[in-house]
T-cell receptor, first 115, second 116 residues
Framework: AQSVAQPEDQVNVAEGNPLTVKCTYS??????LFWYVQYPNRGLQFLLK??????LVKGSYGFEAEFNKSQTSFHLKKPSALVSDSALYFC?????????????FGRGTSLIVHP | NAGVMQNPRHLVRRRGQEARLRCSPM?????VYWYRQLPEEGLKFMVY????????ESGMPKERFSAEFPKEGPSILRIQQVVRGDSAAYFC??????????????FGPGTRLTVL
């Protein structure tokens, strides 16, 4: 079984400040981890993924995420938030041990960046 | 290179009618996934298809819902005898090759179904 938790329904941050959107996971074996962003009335857009290698993954729009195996976390970060980053963010995990590789998505975290 | 296409973007049906949602995957992608998104509930997997085959339908309700991905044409998610609880956003995603578990899914803009 695999699962993802995004413990915060909403994150508020001032423009220019660093932001963190949290994600923890549970999966048997090694995980593959993904972050997606969803703007209002739009589909999900791929931001970045962790497969293997360097624990710090860089993605689109200046976002990065850090894989921490001991804490089973994959938090999304950005050094300086923009108002245009305001959106819904989803973390997803896939197991690597066979099957149809269907990812499990978290419930999403609404990021609000204040001017 | 066009992304994943879904139509219609908005669909209104009365209770008891049928809803047909279409999805054309990205060029070069042969794997299609359907998800349902309800407010406050995140994204729920429904079904995974390859051309002419249903690979995993573990998230699909047993009644009234069906999906297909024919050899030619888009994938279709069909909901028969819709009820108000079917109102949601339905998203389609595609990938090049799901057998490579690192493969990324790319999502369409979604179809927002409203059942009156």
């Amino acid at each position: 079984a695999q699962s993802v938790a995004q413990p915060e329904d909403q994150v508020n941050v001032a423009e220019g400040n660093p932001l963190t959107v949290k994600c923890t996971y549970s999966v048997s074996g090694n995980p593959y981890l993904f972050w997606y962003v969803q703007y209002p009335n739009r589909g999900l857009q791929f931001l970045l993924k962790y497969i293997t290698g360097d624990n710090l993954v860089k993605g689109s729009y200046g976002f990065e995420a850090e894989f921490n195996k001991s804490q089973t976390s994959f938090h999304l970060k950005k050094p300086s938030a923009l108002v245009s980053d305001s959106a819904l963010y989803f973390c997803a995990v896939r197991h690597t041990s066979g099957g149809s590789y269907i990812p499990t998505f978290g419930r999403g975290t609404s990021l609000i960046v204040h001017p | 290179n066009a992304g994943v296409m879904q139509n219609p973007r908005h669909l209104v049906r009365r209770r008891g009618q049928e809803a047909r949602l279409r999805c054309s995957p990205m060029k070069g992608h042969s794997h299609v996934y359907w998800y349902r998104q309800l407010p406050e509930e995140g994204l729920k997997f429904m079904v995974y298809l390859q051309k002419e085959n249903i690979i995993d339908e573990s998230g699909m309700p047993k009644e009234r819902f069906s999906a297909e991905f024919p050899k030619e044409g888009p994938s279709i998610l069909r909901i028969q005898q819709v009820v108000r609880g079917d109102s949601a956003a339905y998203f389609c995603a595609s990938s090049r090759d799901s057998q490579t578990s690192t493969d990324t899914q790319y999502f369409g803009p979604g179809t927002r179904l409203t059942v009156l």
